[in-house]
């Protein structure tokens, strides 16, 4: 004898796709999310408020660019051509992005960043991390991007960097201003 499946109509189903009509709806169901998502907010800002702004807009058409090292590349695009025929087909190629744990002396540890691979070789270049993110000029402050510029100013802060450009001022002979003096001439420059 064979066995008898069950009959689609005498079923019924152990969930519904429906809200009862006695469960109310509380008004405040999705509060805990909003709230998490303004005390995350609040987090980032705090994160990223001593950070100025980068003096050069970010970027908007390969918008990963602007969280790591990519040295100001992007995807190109070009077509593949047949031998025979000479036939156009799109491509494009991506940059050769990797994830690199570089070390940092002013920071004296490690940072885990995404980077291109043209700039790890220019980094090793001019001596490490440090000196490619201090570097001071126009182009390479343009390709650090958003990302880059944020790890540029935690470096700056550090006492080792603002020690090594203490010693650098003194042995170029830049007189040093005293705390007040500083203080004075940014509220200056902020009042013109």
Do not use: C
């Not at 695009?77 to 744990?101: C, D, H, L, M």
């Amino acid at each position: 004898m064979l066995p008898t499946r069950p009959s689609l109509r005498s079923h019924s189903r152990l969930f519904s796709t429906h809200r009862t009509t006695g469960a109310k709806k509380s008004s405040n169901s999705n509060s805990h999310i909003k709230n998490k998502k303004v005390t995350d907010i609040k987090a980032l800002s705090r994160k990223h408020a001593p950070v100025p702004s980068h003096p050069y807009p970010a970027r908007t058409t390969y918008k990963q660019s602007n969280y790591g090292l990519y040295g100001g590349t992007h995807i190109q695009y070009g077509n593949n051509v047949t031998g025979e025929f000479r036939a156009k087909s799109r491509r494009f190629w991506r940059p050769n992005i990797q994830t690199k744990r570089l070390w940092s002396e002013g920071l004296a540890k490690y940072i885990r960043v995404r980077v291109q691979a043209r700039v790890l070789r220019t980094i090793d270049k001019v001596g490490g991390l440090d000196e490619y993110l201090l570097g001071e000029k126009a182009q390479r402050i343009k390709e650090l991007g958003v990302g880059g510029w944020a790890l540029r100013w935690s470096l700056i802060r550090t006492p080792t960097v603002q020690e090594r450009w203490r010693q650098e001022k003194e042995r170029l002979g830049v007189p040093q201003m005293k705390m007040k003096a500083r203080l004075r001439l940014r509220d200056q420059l902020q009042n013109l």
